[in-house]
C-alpha cells in the first residue's frame, strides 16, 4: 500500500511538471532556474539546455531537443530502463545485475564526462 502510493504521488508530480514545462517555455519564462555552473564558470555543465531540450520534446520537436541537449536524448532511454530494472528487480534480478553492472556504468560516466569535455571545447 505505501509503495503504491509513492508511485501515484510521484507520477502526479511528474505530470504537474510535464504541464508546467509543455506550458511555459524556459527560454523566455523568468521561472525556471539558470545554470549556475554556466553563470560562474562560462563553460556549459552536462545538463545545460536540458529544460529548453525536455520543453521541445513535450512539443515533439526532436531536432530541436537533440540541438539543446544531444545527451539528455540518450540519457533518457536509459534512465527509463534503470527506473524499469529497478521496478522489477526482485521479478528480474539478472536485469537489474546486468544494468548496473560497473562496467556499464563507468562507461556511462565516461560517455558523460566525454559529452561535458566535448560540447565545451566546440560550442555545441
Keep these: 500500500?505505501?509503495?503504491s502510493l509513492v508511485i501515484i504521488l510521484v507520477l502526479a508530480a511528474l505530470m504537474v511538471f510535464g504541464v508546467i514545462y509543455f506550458a511555459l517555455d524556459p527560454s523566455s519564462s523568468g521561472l525556471f532556474p539558470r545554470c549556475v555552473f554556466?553563470?560562474?564558470t562560462g563553460y556549459k555543465c552536462p545538463g545545460c539546455g536540458s529544460q529548453r531540450a525536455i520543453h521541445a520534446l513535450l512539443h515533439g520537436n526532436?531536432?530541436?531537443a537533440f540541438k539543446f541537449?544531444?545527451?539528455l536524448l540518450v540519457a533518457i532511454p536509459w534512465i527509463a530502463l534503470c527506473l524499469f530494472a529497478e521496478s522489477r528487480r526482485l521479478r528480474n534480478?539478472?536485469?537489474y545485475a546486468r544494468?548496473?553492472?560497473p562496467l556499464l556504468?563507468?562507461?556511462f560516466l565516461a560517455a558523460l564526462l566525454l559529452w561535458w569535455l566535448l560540447r565545451n571545447i566546440f560550442n555545441w
Design 105 to 107: 556504468i563507468w562507461l
Design 69 to 71: 541537449n544531444a545527451f
Design 38 to 40: 554556466l553563470s560562474m
Design 99 to 101: 544494468l548496473n553492472a
Design 62 to 64: 526532436v531536432i530541436e
Design 1 to 3: 500500500m505505501r509503495r
Design 93 to 95: 534480478p539478472s536485469l
